[in-house]
């Protein structure tokens, strides 16, 4: 499913449960010896998406630990995303792109008080437009945790949800607009991100892939 918002130059794997008997390497396994049921499943299945995705690069497995910001650390010369929620995890990698940030979430409203948090009030009068065939607000948490996972890579920090402003099309495609000075991308500075998102299967799954230059 996930594919269908990525470019032919990102690979993708993604499964809808928890497959038996998935190895972690001792490195990973260390990250979640103490961790709840909930977040090894998660952890461990992400892995196996993350590796499945690599494989079709033609890369092979290796462990991939959390660095800062529990960011995936992945081999040199690839980059990529992990994400993981309620019945769904995915991993997208590309050797070819400068940034990759994949997000999914439940189809469904975001808890109240959220979206005052996430959402800045230019992006809540525009929500206010797009009609109700859609959760929104969900869309925009999403896209934003995509932003996010795409800045990281290669701004090295923390980037709020106050600090990108993103507008939603119903075509299917998103804009972010960064409203803090961005990272210098083939000597130019970053202004911003394109991205497309997809609701199916009661899921909202949005995606960011920067090509190299």
């Known amino acids: 499913m996930i594919e269908k918002i990525l470019p032919p130059w990102v690979a993708s794997a993604e499964t809808f449960g928890d497959p038996p008997g998935v190895m972690l390497f001792p490195e990973e396994e260390a990250v979640v010896a103490r961790a709840a049921d909930r977040r090894r499943r998660e952890f461990t299945t992400a892995r196996y998406c993350a590796r499945q995705a690599m494989a079709r690069l033609g890369l092979p497995p290796v462990?991939?630990?959390?660095?800062?910001?529990r960011a995936p650390g992945w081999p040199d010369g690839v980059v990529g995303s992990i994400t993981h929620c309620d019945g769904y995890r995915a991993a997208a990698v590309s050797l070819e792109a400068l940034t990759v940030g994949i997000d999914a979430e439940p189809h469904e409203p975001l808890p109240d008080g959220v979206l005052g948090v996430v959402a800045l009030?230019?992006?809540?009068?525009?929500?206010?437009?797009?009609?109700?065939?859609?959760?929104?607000?969900?869309?925009?948490?999403s896209a934003k945790e995509s932003v996010y996972k795409a800045w990281f890579p290669l701004a090295g920090r923390w980037l709020g949800f106050e600090e990108a402003h993103v507008t939603l099309a119903p075509s299917?495609?998103?804009?972010?607009?960064?409203?803090?000075?961005?990272?210098?991308?083939d000597g130019r500075e970053l202004t911003g991100f394109d991205g497309?998102?997809?609701?199916?299967?009661?899921?909202?799954?949005?995606?960011?892939?920067?090509?190299?230059v």
Do not use: C, M, N, S
């Open 63 to 69: 462990p991939i630990l959390p660095g800062e910001h």
């Open 121 to 141: 009030p230019e992006e809540r009068e525009e929500l206010a437009r797009l009609g109700d065939q859609v959760h929104w607000e969900r869309l925009l948490f």
């Open 172 to 185: 299917g495609t998103f804009t972010a607009r960064l409203l803090v000075p961005g990272p210098l991308v």
């Open 196 to 212: 497309r998102w997809l609701v199916a299967d009661g899921l909202v799954i949005t995606a960011i892939a920067l090509p190299g």
